[in-house]
């Protein structure tokens, strides 16, 4: 008989695991997520066909991370120990550097909305990218920066204020629109498809960064594996927290088509709900979306800014930054990650006001960094579960089921990378290409070879030559990043 991981006096219970597991993944995507899809041309039936290939996709992924959790328990650095284990060192190390890109671009992506959801109140922020509004929030990256360095963590009071700013106002929209009857079937089918002068295939690939957007941060509910009274609830809490927030995007999205037309939605200002809701109930509907989305952002920043500075800090202490990224300060804080993630941070703040970028610019190129770590993962599962190894005497589960998700999750990160198009592929070698720099410095100061493999060279030099062909198409004006 299996051993039963009981503890009845701590630990997180069934529904608790589920509600924790909805409360950390449901982000910004939901009170902004339709109406970018319809901004990039996709149409009601392509967009709930994105969400049904999201929703697989995104189920065999997260069941990768936790099978992986299981038949790999000594693989505590996640993203980077399976992409290591898995495709060798720099492959790890990319994973691991593009994890940590992904989580800044994710602060900053939340800044350009929080300012743009506070001014709905204060008409001076604008969008949330204008001059008042990158020098107030580059005065809350390094406020930010000071508490951590104090050693404050994300307490749990905060998480519990911003999980239920994040609900309220997707509860009130979903029943409002029901209730007063602001749904309506004729709009909600009109032009279904689009008008022809978009494929089908190609509004369903639109739809890709904005449904992966929606679930950064999934791959966390392995984490509290470790917080469960048994451990057996860990992967019923977690399928039945993917179902709850699957159906909670699906249910946003397909009310917000019956609301407005493709074309008004698309026309709305960040964050869309807000103007969705407004159109249904009034001025009170907009108000309540962006006092939501302000104290949801407000606590998302203090934990999001603790995650993208231990990304390198624990990278470091592994082994695969340079040392220099594992120091701390007397507080236990990772202070060299910290200062050099919101020096980057504040760079990404400058080049949006001077590009006019937008809150949907910054969360594309924060998925599209992201989409590398997770297919090696993936892969990595796949790798281990045709091979067998850790299933013995069950203790991976089923073999055939763990082949199956392996199979959809690496699928799924294929797809992602193809739905995010050549120009982003592009993009993404210039932000992965500086960190062949530092990973060549970490070799150097332990005295090993840069490379391996020989395949890994050639990778690196594919890599800096698709960075170099993309700066010249950036400046060229061919390419645009922003």
């Not at 399928?239 to 709850?244: E, K, L, W």
């Not at 103007?275 to 934990?303: F, K, R």
């Not at 507080?331 to 919101?342: C, I, K, V, W």
């Not at 594919?462 to 010249?472: D, E, K, Q, R, T």
């Amino acid at each position: 008989m299996g051993e039963n991981n009981t503890n009845t006096s701590h630990g997180l219970s069934f529904w608790a695991l589920a509600a924790v597991i909805i409360g950390s993944t449901i982000g910004s995507g939901i009170f902004t997520i339709t109406a970018d899809m319809a901004s990039s041309g996709a149409h009601t039936g392509a967009i709930l066909v994105g969400w049904l290939i999201c929703g697989i996709g995104m189920l065999g992924l997260m069941m990768s991370y936790f099978g992986l959790n299981k038949v790999r328990p000594d693989l505590t650095n996640g993203v980077y120990s399976y992409a290591r284990e898995g495709f060798g060192e720099f492959v790890g190390f990319n994973s691991a550097w593009g994890y940590w890109i992904s989580a800044l671009l994710s602060n900053v992506s939340y800044m350009t909305l929080l300012f743009g959801a506070i001014g709905h109140f204060f008409p001076v922020f604008g969008n949330g990218n204008n001059l008042i509004s990158i020098i107030c929030a580059s005065v809350i990256v390094w406020l930010l920066n000071l508490l951590v360095l104090q050693g404050v963590k994300e307490a749990a009071g905060i998480s519990i204020v911003t999980t239920i700013a994040k609900l309220v106002p997707i509860l009130v929209f979903i029943v409002a629109v029901i209730f007063v009857s602001a749904f309506d079937i004729d709009i909600f089918m009109d032009n279904f498809w689009g008008d022809g002068s978009m494929s089908i295939g190609e509004q369903v690939r639109k739809t890709t960064s904005a449904t992966v957007w929606s679930f950064i941060g999934i791959e966390g509910a392995v984490v509290l594996s470790g917080r469960a009274k048994r451990t057996e609830d860990v992967g019923k809490a977690s399928i039945t927290a993917f179902i709850g927030i699957l159906a909670i995007y699906v249910m946003v999205a397909v009310l917000s088509m019956g609301v407005m037309t493709t074309e008004e939605l698309a026309s709305l200002g960040n964050p869309q709900m807000a103007g969705i809701l407004e159109y249904a109930v009034g001025p009170w509907g907009a108000a309540l979306v962006n006092i939501g989305v302000i104290l949801s952002l407000t606590g998302a920043l203090l934990g999001w800014t603790i995650i993208a500075a231990d990304c390198p800090y624990s990278a470091a202490k592994q082994g695969v930054f340079m040392k220099i990224f594992a120091k701390s300060n007397k507080h236990g804080s990772p202070a060299f990650s910290l200062y050099l993630t919101n020096a980057i941070i504040q760079m990404f703040i400058i080049i949006g006001f001077f590009s006019a970028s937008t809150y949907q610019a910054f969360y594309s190129l924060s998925t599209a960094m992201i989409m590398i770590p997770y297919l090696f993962s993936a892969a990595y599962y796949l790798k281990i579960s045709l091979k067998g190894d850790g299933f013995e005497n069950g203790r991976g589960g089923s073999i055939v089921a763990a082949r199956i998700f392996a199979v959809i999750g690496t699928l799924y990160g294929i797809w992602m990378l193809y739905s995010g198009g050549l120009d982003y592929v592009l993009i993404t070698t210039v932000l992965y290409a500086p960190g062949i720099i530092i990973y060549c410095l970490g070799k150097r100061e332990r005295g090993e070879a840069m490379f391996n493999r020989r395949w890994e060279m050639g990778l690196a030099v594919c890599i800096v030559a698709a960075a170099l062909v993309s700066v010249f198409l950036i400046y060229t004006g061919t390419l645009k990043p922003f």
